[in-house]
């Protein structure tokens, strides 16, 4: 056990080179091969077959009795500082109840807790039987719509930059969006208490954000001290809010709840779970405010989309915020930004560790290896999305709506992985996007000293688990006027 983590230690310190640059690999390695066959790239003497042909990533998706995905999500555990023993019991399959707890109500096949974790994921976020995710989309909408109030922005000592009675003159589109969907995600998963624990929590979010790379590739801990400080920081303030009485903590959501008793019932002590739950902290958190950030980068730098828009919002009733039946029926060309946003500005693949010889794409891929189903490089094939693919176009998915069904798009993953938060992060986007522009005249605003501002770039050689980040210190300024004032 011992020997294997080492190896995976150097395994994936000896990634890193190939992840900061793997786009422009996986291209080569696709350059003389138009068929888009399995190929296989050798990383310290581990095999990954990359595998990049919609024919075959299906193969993939469907085939769960020789490939697997736990040993990712142990790693994730791991690299996220849960010990190695925490790891071994949450994996054990039954799970090694304490001798005074008997076996519980919420697991009746005796799944691991790994398992566990992703079948709670499914009850919480999807519909089916027993679904919890009415009250937590009904929670998350209603934070969204609360902490965009102009009374909440106006004095929000967190959004920066000078003010007027009615409007915000210049502050950061980024961390707008942030202040409003990090504190949203925050207070849905694990209710009140725990921000209040942490004032500093939207900034050591961010610290995490920016440095989880370097947890997840295992940097050596000299070039890690921000990774490891932000990480720590978080496991501290998840520990302490275990540590309260559950009466507390009755506004947390259900998933929380019985991941909780779950972890309890093996013995897991508050600062375990804290450290087993850090990268859900950094699922829910991580990716829709990123996402509200690139759409609105597009709307508001191109004003014939920005009026198009605005339109769409507005049609039904002008005279009130768009309801999320108009926003998900009756705004095609919104809907179509935000397929265009997950196409060009997610970067993340899908893992599977080869269990026995498997057959794909009409070649054996050996036992041991693993494969890679590196999305990005699908997202931009000119075979697919035409001869502009590698161009943003907002009207991309009205023009071409079964786009959105191709096998060759996949922003939330896919198969037994595929993203259980894809619906619920719509609509935290259209919630966004739709209460802030009916509420608000964004506009961008010139650089200091005069002209225009630059595009954010975005930041592609960072390993991601969706959304892309902007290069360090790239953002857009923008003023925030409340509407009819
Ligand atoms: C724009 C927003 C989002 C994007 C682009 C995104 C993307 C992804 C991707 C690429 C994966 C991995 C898929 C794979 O390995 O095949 C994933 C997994 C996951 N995401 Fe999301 N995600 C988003 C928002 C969310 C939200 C808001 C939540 C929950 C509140 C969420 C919950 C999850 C969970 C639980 C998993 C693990 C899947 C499982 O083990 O069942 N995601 N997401």
Redesign the pocket.
């Known amino acids: 056990m011992m020997q294997r983590h080492y190896l995976i230690g150097y395994l994936v310190r000896s990634a890193i080179g190939f992840f900061n640059s793997s786009h422009a690999v996986i291209q080569s390695g696709l350059e003389n091969n138009p068929n888009r066959d399995p190929f296989k790239v050798t990383i310290a003497g581990q095999g990954f077959y990359i595998v990049t042909n919609p024919d075959h990533v299906i193969e993939v998706y469907k085939n769960k009795t020789t490939l697997s995905?736990d040993v990712f999500?142990e790693d994730l555990m791991l690299s996220c500082g849960a010990s190695r023993e925490t790891v071994a019991k949450m994996a054990m399959s039954p799970p090694p109840y304490v001798s005074d707890t008997k076996a519980s109500s919420l697991n009746p096949h005796g799944k691991s807790l790994v398992g566990l974790?992703?079948d709670f994921?499914?009850t919480q976020?999807l519909p089916g039987p027993n679904s919890q995710v009415a009250p937590l989309t009904s929670a998350f909408l209603g934070h969204i719509t609360e902490f965009l109030a102009w009374k909440n922005i106006r004095d929000d000592a967190k959004i920066k930059g000078p003010r007027t009675p009615t409007s915000i003159e210049r502050t950061s589109l980024l961390r707008f969006c942030g202040r409003v969907l990090i504190e949203a995600?925050t207070r849905t998963?694990w209710g009140e208490r725990l921000w209040q624990l942490a004032p500093n929590m939207l900034e050591t979010f961010y610290d995490l954000d920016h440095t989880v790379w370097k947890l997840l590739f295992r940097f050596p801990p000299m070039f890690s001290k921000d990774a490891n400080l932000a990480r720590d920081t978080i496991i501290d303030i998840l520990g302490k809010y275990y540590k309260l009485p559950l009466h507390q903590r009755e506004d947390a959501a259900w998933w929380t709840k019985a991941m909780e008793a779950e972890s309890r019932a093996i013995g897991l002590t508050e600062q375990e779970m804290a450290a087993t739950i850090l990268i859900?902290y950094f699922?829910?958190n991580g990716?829709?405010y990123?996402?509200c950030f690139w759409v609105l980068c597009h709307i508001l730098s191109n004003p014939t989309l920005h009026t198009a828009i605005k339109a769409e919002l507005s049609a039904s009733n002008p005279t009130a915020e768009p309801s999320m039946q108009h926003l998900t029926t009756h705004c095609p060309l919104l809907d179509s930004t935000l397929s265009e946003v997950?196409r060009l500005y997610?970067s993340?693949?899908?893992?599977r560790y080869i269990d026995a010889d498997t057959p794909i794409g009409g070649k054996l891929l050996r036992k041991g290896n693993r494969i890679m189903?590196p999305?990005r490089s699908m997202h931009e094939n000119p075979d697919v999305f035409g001869h502009d693919a590698a161009t943003f176009d907002a009207a991309r998915f009205v023009k071409a709506p079964a786009l959105r069904r191709n096998a060759s798009y996949?922003?939330?993953?896919?198969?037994?992985?595929?993203?259980?938060?894809?619906f619920?992060?719509r609509q935290?986007?259209l919630r966004f996007i739709g209460t802030a522009l009916y509420l608000y005249d964004i506009e961008l605003v010139e650089k200091v000293g005069g002209g225009k501002q630059k595009f954010p770039r975005v930041d592609g050689f960072k390993p991601t688990?969706?959304?892309m980040a902007t290069l360090e210190g790239d953002d857009f300024e923008v003023s925030i006027t409340a509407r009819g004032s």
């Open positions: 995905f999500v974790a992703v994921h499914h976020l995600g998963y859900i699922v829910v990716n829709t990123k996402m997950l997610t993340s693949a899908s893992m189903l999305y996949h922003p939330f993953g896919g198969g037994a992985t595929l993203c259980a938060g894809r619920l992060a935290e986007v688990f969706g959304m």
